[in-house]
């Protein structure tokens, strides 16, 4: 149990101006987390609250990792930073060749040149920026176009948000011109309540054949997915899906990006989704687990064809991009003692041990009240409930809120619940969290 002391006193919420949220709401009835211990919250009233969430799919290990604040005290007390531009220190070389052993895909994969960033975000932009530098670099600069889909996510950057598909998102702010999207492959008249992959809609891949017909191959760098996208709602590729995508990638010289911000770090029960679906991308994504959540970072993984084709040329600067914190020192010493919990613990592949029991007890909420899809795979799951017509999005949130007082942490959005427990879960918790959460959506509904 953590000795963190329990603040009983609200602070005075004014002055933080809390990203994604509806600040009058929550600042009105503030929800309070003040320490954290494997899979458990404590709120401020001293509550123990289950973390269905892994905080925001990002503490694969659970919470209070001894080993992870250990290296990171060390590493704050030997080199708290040093500039990776034009300068190195070690801990960034050996954090990135730790990566490279695990990459994307395995060895034969070659996805294992490693660009540190500060988060997700970053990650994507930089991955976007990648690729077009590398289409110039290899005498296709007129490929300037980026793919999302919709109903993706790519984080907030001007980048991210351009290719990413969600419209609140999107809409007060302008976007990098020349993008376009897939459709999203969200097919619930044909593809409801299915555990895994499901049947219908690998034709949706070939959505991509339509945007070259449009715009032209030759204008076209890049398409960027998640493989299974999680913040609209928990997503999953039909079968044979992302191998179709791939295919017609290949066909139009368009680079492949897989987003593995949430499916990274064994999420789906192999260390990323690159391996889990068999489907080898030209660049994939992370942050989030990277570090177990712990310190802010993100890691985009190259092949190294890509990285290579930039290595040509005059002696100079190779690509000018960067971050003052890539590699930074003290991350990559939370990254390093993170993969080290994850490789003692075998967390990388826990969630392949417990996917089965993990879809059926959630699979057992169909036919509560309101429940009109659910989606499991690896340890992540999406709840769907029928939205009010008067206030979408209303039911989920009073689900969160009634789940929170219960004592378990969800995450909602739209009216699409969904669930992504550290790895760490005990199988007797997935019954706790089916029981809580089937009682909020029957005291809701
Ligand atoms: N990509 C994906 C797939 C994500 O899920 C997220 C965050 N949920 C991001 C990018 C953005 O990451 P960050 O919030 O660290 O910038």
Same mark, same amino acid.
């Given at each position: 149990?953590?000795?963190?002391?329990?603040?009983?006193?609200?602070?005075?919420?004014?002055?933080?101006?809390?990203?994604?949220?509806?600040?009058?709401?929550?600042?009105?009835?503030?929800?309070?987390?003040?320490?954290?211990?494997?899979?458990?919250?404590?709120?401020?009233?001293?509550?123990?609250?289950?973390?269905?969430?892994?905080?925001?799919?990002?503490?694969?290990?659970?919470?209070?990792?001894?080993?992870?604040?250990?290296?990171?005290?060390?590493?704050?007390?030997?080199?708290?930073?040093?500039?990776?531009?034009?300068?190195?220190?070690?801990?960034?070389?050996?954090?990135?060749?730790?990566?490279?052993?695990?990459?994307?895909?395995?060895?034969?994969?070659?996805?294992?040149?490693?660009?540190?960033?500060?988060?997700?975000?970053?990650?994507?932009?930089?991955?976007?920026?990648?690729?077009?530098?590398?289409?110039?670099?290899?005498?296709?600069?007129?490929?300037?176009?980026?793919?999302?889909?919709?109903?993706?996510?790519?984080?907030?950057?001007?980048?991210?948000?351009?290719?990413?598909?969600?419209?609140?998102?999107?809409?007060?702010?302008?976007?990098?011109?020349?993008?376009?999207?897939?459709?999203?492959?969200?097919?619930?008249?044909?593809?409801?309540?299915?555990?895994?992959?499901?049947?219908?809609?690998?034709?949706?891949?070939?959505?991509?054949?339509?945007?070259?017909?449009?715009?032209?191959?030759?204008?076209?760098?890049?398409?960027?997915?998640?493989?299974?996208?999680?913040?609209?709602?928990?997503?999953?590729?039909?079968?044979?899906?992302?191998?179709?995508?791939?295919?017609?990638?290949?066909?139009?010289?368009?680079?492949?990006?897989?987003?593995?911000?949430?499916?990274?770090?064994?999420?789906?029960? %192999?260390?990323? /989704? !690159?391996?889990?679906?068999?489907?080898?991308?030209? +660049?994939? *994504?992370? =942050?989030?687990? #990277?570090?177990?959540?712990?310190?802010?970072?993100?890691?985009?993984?190259?092949?190294?064809?890509?990285?290579?084709?930039?290595?040509?040329?005059?002696?100079?600067?190779?690509?000018?991009?960067?971050?003052?914190?890539?590699?930074?020192?003290?991350?990559?010493? %939370?990254?390093? /003692? !993170?993969?080290?919990?994850?490789?003692?613990?075998? +967390?990388? *592949?826990? =969630?392949?041990? #417990?996917?089965?029991?993990?879809?059926?007890?959630?699979?057992?909420?169909?036919?509560?009240?309101?429940?009109?899809?659910?989606?499991?795979?690896?340890?992540?799951?999406?709840?769907?409930?029928?939205?009010?017509?008067?206030?979408?999005?209303?039911?989920?949130?009073?689900?969160?809120?009634?789940?929170?007082?219960?004592?378990?942490?969800?995450?909602? *959005?739209?009216?699409?619940?969904?669930?992504?427990?550290?790895?760490?879960?005990?199988?007797?918790?997935?019954?706790?969290?089916?029981?809580?959460?089937?009682?909020?959506?029957?005291?809701?509904?």
């Amino acid at each position: 149990m953590s000795d963190a002391p329990l603040r009983k006193n609200t602070p005075a919420l004014d002055a933080f101006w809390m990203p994604f949220t509806a600040n009058r709401q929550f600042k009105a009835a503030p929800r309070m987390l003040v320490a954290a211990h494997g899979m458990h919250y404590t709120a401020d009233d001293g509550r123990q609250v289950l973390d269905g969430t892994a905080g925001l799919w990002c503490v694969n290990a659970g919470h209070g990792r001894r080993g992870i604040a250990q290296a990171v005290e060390r590493q704050l007390n030997s080199l708290d930073f040093a500039p990776t531009f034009q300068m190195g220190h070690p801990i960034a070389f050996e954090f990135a060749e730790a990566l490279a052993e695990i990459a994307p895909g395995g060895p034969a994969a070659g996805l294992d040149r490693v660009f540190f960033t500060g988060s997700g975000s970053e990650s994507v932009d930089t991955a976007l920026k990648i690729a077009l530098a590398y289409q110039r670099a290899i005498g296709q600069g007129t490929r300037t176009r980026l793919i999302g889909r919709e109903r993706g996510y790519h984080g907030v950057g001007f980048g991210g948000i351009s290719v990413g598909g969600i419209v609140s998102n999107r809409r007060a702010f302008p976007q990098i011109p020349g993008t376009d999207h897939l459709r999203h492959t969200h097919d619930p008249a044909r593809n409801a309540f299915t555990k895994g992959q499901p049947e219908h809609g690998a034709d949706l891949a070939d959505d991509l054949d339509r945007l070259v017909a449009l715009h032209g191959a030759e204008t076209i760098a890049a398409c960027i997915v998640e493989p299974v996208a999680g913040s609209t709602g928990v997503l999953i590729p039909p079968k044979g899906y992302l191998e179709r995508l791939r295919a017609a990638c290949d066909r139009h010289g368009i680079l492949l990006i897989f987003d593995e911000v949430i499916s990274g770090f064994g999420r789906l029960g %192999a260390p990323f /989704a !690159t391996d889990f679906f068999g489907v080898v991308p030209d +660049l994939v *994504t992370t =942050a989030k687990g #990277l570090t177990n959540g712990t310190i802010p970072m993100g890691a985009v993984f190259a092949k190294r064809s890509v990285h290579d084709a930039l290595m040509q040329g005059p002696d100079g600067i190779e690509l000018f991009h960067g971050y003052t914190y890539s590699g930074h020192p003290v991350a990559c010493a %939370a990254g390093l /003692a !993170t993969l080290e919990v994850y490789r003692e613990e075998g +967390l990388l *592949t826990r =969630a392949a041990d #417990l996917a089965d029991d993990w879809a059926a007890a959630i699979h057992d909420l169909r036919g509560r009240a309101r429940v009109t899809d659910i989606r499991t795979i690896g340890l992540i799951a999406g709840i769907e409930l029928e939205s009010r017509p008067d206030a979408p999005g209303k039911r989920a949130y009073e689900v969160f809120v009634d789940c929170f007082e219960r004592g378990l942490l969800i995450r909602v *959005t739209g009216d699409i619940i969904a669930l992504s427990p550290p790895l760490i879960l005990e199988r007797a918790q997935i019954g706790e969290i089916v029981g809580i959460l089937g009682d909020a959506i029957d005291r809701v509904a």
